[in-house]
T-cell receptor, first 118, second 114 residues
């Protein structure tokens, strides 16, 4: 049973370019979360999505960042016109539909995408 | 904004020693998770606790949730070099619609020397 798959594992972009990060949740999971880990800081919640719906994007910067989880295919976190301050590790997590597990807030994480902005 | 404090921030011990790391908040958790993260990897879920006073064991690891559900501890018995890693606690607050947001502590970086 494959875990949460993120790609690419490492991404290098120049300032002003776009970064596109992909996340495929665990099989049977329909809830996806994105977190960002800045150097010397803990993981911070960004956005919570279900298929074709953004449930909570309160942790997303207001500009340049967007996320989607289409009916088919992986969830995508898109950062437009990247700046050096966007350099961080971006983690995706997923949780199952099961209400009992959702109530316990059990989330399984991928290995992350390390974004470096030159 | 809920804050989650972990201590100590760094811990370096010899193989065979015991250790405890702590996770504290001023707010009541609806659930709390402990994760372990290795360099270059994502957090791996170790345990979830939801009931005040709950104790869970995972081999040499013992997790305790405070009676008031504001704090938790992780105790490792007879630590081994393979236990080396960053231990993170993550809490969720509130019932219903918003308890999916995990708030993470900064972690305890544990080094177990052979």
């Amino acid at each position: 049973n494959a875990g949460v798959m993120q790609n690419p594992r490492h991404l290098v972009r120049r300032r002003g370019q776009e970064a596109r990060l992909r996340c495929s949740p665990m099989k049977g999971h329909s809830h996806v979360y994105w977190y960002r880990q800045l150097p010397e800081e803990g993981l911070k919640f960004m956005v919570y999505l279900q298929k074709e719906n953004i449930i909570d994007e309160s942790g997303m910067p207001k500009e340049r960042f967007s996320a989607e989880f289409p009916k088919e295919g992986p969830s995508i976190l898109r950062i437009q016109q990247v700046v050096r301050g966007d350099s961080a590790a971006y983690f995706c997590a997923s949780s199952p539909r099961d209400r009992a597990l959702l109530a316990k807030n059990i989330q399984y994480f991928g290995a992350g995408t390390r974004l470096s902005v030159l | 904004t809920q804050l989650l404090e972990q201590s100590p921030q760094f811990l370096s011990i010899q193989e065979g020693e015991n250790l405890t790391v702590y996770c504290n908040s001023s707010s009541v958790f609806s659930s709390l998770q402990w994760y372990r993260q290795e360099p270059g990897e994502g957090p791996v879920l170790l345990v979830t606790v939801v009931t005040g006073g709950e104790v869970k064991k995972l081999k040499r690891l013992t997790f305790q949730f405070g009676d008031a559900r504001k704090d938790s501890s992780l105790h490792i018995t007879a630590a081994q070099p393979g236990d080396t890693g960053l231990y993170l606690c993550a809490g969720a607050w509130g019932g219903g619609g918003s308890n999916y947001k995990l708030t993470f502590g900064k972690g305890t970086l544990l080094t177990v020397n052979p």
